[in-house]
């Protein structure tokens, strides 16, 4: 008698998909052929082949591959965000969310090395037609936002002194990314003690001590 469980094996493969798993399944080939080849090497032939899909089914969901890659960058940082709150408890007294922030970043850099790999080879390499960055700090619109909101909060529950609220995000902002980058260059390194120094020089600025 034959072995019935491979005869679903077909029908799960000619499952149709949305539109949005589609892009997805797209963009995590992406990610993957990026992070075991590198930039230069992630070909869209490369991409489809490891996403499972058709060369030609790239084009129906992306406008070429550069618009893979920036989708593929916003996915990762989703991603990325949404593990980083999972975490967090944002009901906390805004130093201690910012505390909490540094040292979930720090590790972030052992247990989501390969994403913030792939960010940061797209990042530094994906070029508009001028051979300018196509991403640059103005992408980082929402994240100074979110550390605005974050930021005035404390101002509001008298632990964040008055200032500028976009200058102390750039400077909070700023040392996240140092922090990754170090790091990523230094697997040596402890993440929490590097976290928590950093976190300590950041709020010794901006924190109010009773």
């Known amino acids: 008698m034959p072995d019935d469980s491979t005869d679903d094996v077909p029908k799960r493969r000619r499952e149709r998909l949305s539109a949005d798993e589609r892009r ?16 230069a090497n992630a070909t869209l032939t490369l991409i ?7 060369k030609g089914l790239i084009w129906h969901y992306f406008d070429d591959r550069d618009d ?12 990325l965000r949404e593990a980083l709150v999972t975490d967090l408890d944002v009901s906390a007294p805004a130093p201690d969310v ?5 040292a979930g970043t720090a ?21 508009s037609s001028d051979g300018k960055q196509r991403l640059s700090m103005l ?3 929402t994240t100074y936002a979110e550390h605005e909101l974050l930021l005035a909060r404390g101002q509001s529950e008298g632990t964040i002194r008055a200032a500028d609220l ?13 922090l990754i980058g170090y790091l990523q260059a230094h697997p040596e390194a402890d993440p929490a003690t590097h976290a928590a120094q950093l976190a300590d020089l950041f709020l010794s600025g901006v924190e109010i001590h009773s």
């Open 98 to 102: 910012i505390r909490a922030v540094f």
């Open 48 to 54: 489809a082949s490891t996403a499972g899909v058709a």
């Open 24 to 39: 997805e399944q797209i963009i995590r080939g992406a990610s993957e052929t990026i992070a075991a080849h590198g930039y």
């Open 166 to 178: 976009r200058i102390m995000a750039l400077g909070y902002q700023g040392l996240i990314d140092s």
């Open 68 to 79: 893979v890659m920036e989708h593929t960058v916003a996915h990762l940082a989703k991603r």
């Open 139 to 141: 992408d980082y619109e």
């Open 107 to 127: 590790l972030f850099t052992r247990t989501h090395g390969t994403d913030l790999d792939t960010i940061d080879q797209i990042v530094h390499n994906l070029r």
